[in-house]
């Protein structure tokens, strides 16, 4: 099972997450990190870039991989994923850009595309750390409900739902993306280390469908039950439907780590 880690707010779940990320790149400045995006994300790329900046700590020596791109859209669309990471992270941090990894939306082969992606995250070694968003209908990246819960990085149709919630990223009258280039839960469930945030009371039926549901294609996030390394983070609305959520609170107390070493 993951480590579940309530934290008191959301800020608090953010600022946790920005921590162990910064964490990540002090214990191994070469590491592989699987980014993600979404609104979830926006306020940890602050708290990282601020973080960075107050310890010093430099993040020249990372490789990064996005979980997914659009299709039909060039890198430089303002709605892309490469330039919202490009706004929201890699443009405030000594990270060359050529070590930052995102599908190319544009690619005239997506398959191809997708495919080359899979080999090019196996060639850095494979990722140290994947962060994770959930979908309010569980899915993780782009992998919609029914995903194979054995794909790699492949092209996916994207739910209306997720449509929907996206739209709010687009302007009046732009056309939003139906398909993306995502990398598929056998991909994510390769990384070493998965880390997810959720916040927010939108996310706590698909986080309790996650944690606590059967693991099954219908709810892909389910699938974190089968990671022996997954740590999930969640404020109060994002852990209110969690049936065991006193027994999570026990063991970790306003979402702290607590190791049993450290009582000796
Ligand atoms: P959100 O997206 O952070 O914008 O809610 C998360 C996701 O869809 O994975």
Same mark, same amino acid.
């Given at each position: 099972?993951?480590?579940?880690?309530?934290?008191?707010?959301? %800020?608090?779940?953010?600022?946790?997450?920005?921590?162990?990320?910064?964490?990540?790149?002090?214990?191994?400045?070469?590491?592989?990190?699987?980014?993600?995006?979404?609104?979830?994300?926006?306020?940890?790329?602050?708290?990282?870039?601020?973080?960075? %900046?107050?310890?010093?700590?430099?993040?020249?020596?990372?490789?990064?991989?996005?979980?997914?791109?659009?299709?039909?859209?060039?890198?430089?669309?303002?709605?892309?994923?490469?330039?919202?990471?490009?706004?929201?992270?890699?443009?405030?941090?000594?990270?060359?850009?050529?070590?930052?990894?995102?599908?190319?939306?544009? $690619?005239?082969?997506? $398959?191809?595309?997708?495919?080359?992606?899979? #080999?090019?995250?196996?060639?850095?070694?494979?990722?140290?750390?994947?962060?994770?968003?959930?979908?309010?209908?569980?899915?993780?990246?782009?992998?919609?409900?029914?995903?194979?819960?054995?794909?790699?990085?492949?092209?996916?149709?994207?739910?209306?739902?997720?449509?929907?919630?996206?739209?709010?990223?687009? *302007? #009046?009258?732009?056309?939003?993306?139906?398909? %993306?280039?995502?990398?598929?839960?056998?991909?994510?469930?390769? #990384?070493?280390?998965?880390?997810?945030? $959720?916040? *927010?009371?939108?996310?706590?039926?698909?986080?309790?469908?996650?944690?606590?549901?059967?693991?099954?294609?219908?709810?892909? $996030?389910?699938?974190?039950?089968?990671?022996?390394?997954?740590?999930?983070?969640?404020?109060?609305?994002?852990?209110?439907?969690?049936?065991?959520?006193?027994?999570?609170?026990?063991?970790?107390?306003?979402?702290?780590?607590?190791?049993?070493?450290?009582?000796?």
């Amino acid at each position: 099972m993951a480590t579940i880690l309530i934290h008191p707010d959301t %800020a608090s779940a953010t600022r946790a997450t920005a921590e162990r990320l910064l964490a990540t790149i002090r214990a191994n400045p070469a590491a592989v990190l699987g980014m993600a995006t979404g609104g979830t994300m926006e306020p940890v790329y602050t708290a990282l870039i601020a973080r960075a %900046a107050e310890t010093g700590q430099s993040l020249a020596g990372l490789h990064t991989f996005n979980l997914d791109e659009y299709i039909g859209l060039a890198g430089d669309h303002p709605q892309s994923y490469r330039t919202t990471m490009d706004r929201l992270l890699f443009d405030h941090v000594d990270i060359p850009h050529d070590q930052t990894h995102l599908p190319r939306g544009d $690619a005239t082969d997506p $398959a191809t595309e997708a495919f080359d992606y899979e #080999a090019q995250i196996e060639a850095a070694g494979g990722i140290d750390l994947q962060l994770l968003g959930i979908g309010a209908n569980g899915h993780v990246g782009f992998n919609e409900p029914s995903s194979s819960l054995a794909s790699r990085t492949r092209i996916k149709r994207l739910a209306r739902s997720t449509i929907e919630a996206n739209a709010r990223f687009f *302007g #009046a009258g732009e056309q939003v993306p139906t398909h %993306a280039i995502t990398m598929g839960i056998g991909t994510i469930m390769k #990384a070493r280390r998965l880390l997810m945030l $959720a916040t *927010g009371n939108g996310k706590a039926e698909a986080v309790a469908a996650a944690l606590e549901g059967p693991v099954t294609a219908s709810c892909p $996030a389910s699938i974190l039950q089968f990671h022996p390394e997954a740590t999930v983070i969640l404020d109060q609305e994002a852990a209110a439907e969690l049936k065991w959520r006193d027994f999570y609170e026990d063991i970790h107390p306003g979402g702290q780590e607590v190791y049993f070493a450290d009582r000796s």
